[in-house]
């Protein structure tokens, strides 16, 4: 992956958070923090 690409990925997934807050009211900060919680507990099972 190049810098190019990652600071476009990056930029993207900034700008879905700034429209999911401003416009869209998806909540989706919480819900991608409750599923990487159910991650995080899904994986310390198997340590």
């Known amino acids: ?3 190019r690409i990652a600071i476009v990925l990056a930029a993207l997934v900034a700008a879905f958070f700034l429209v ?3 416009w869209l009211n998806l909540g989706a900060p919480l819900f991608l923090g409750r599923k990487l919680l159910d991650l995080v507990e899904f994986l310390a099972i198997w340590r």
């Open 1 to 3: 992956m190049t810098n």
């Open 20 to 22: 999911d807050h401003f």
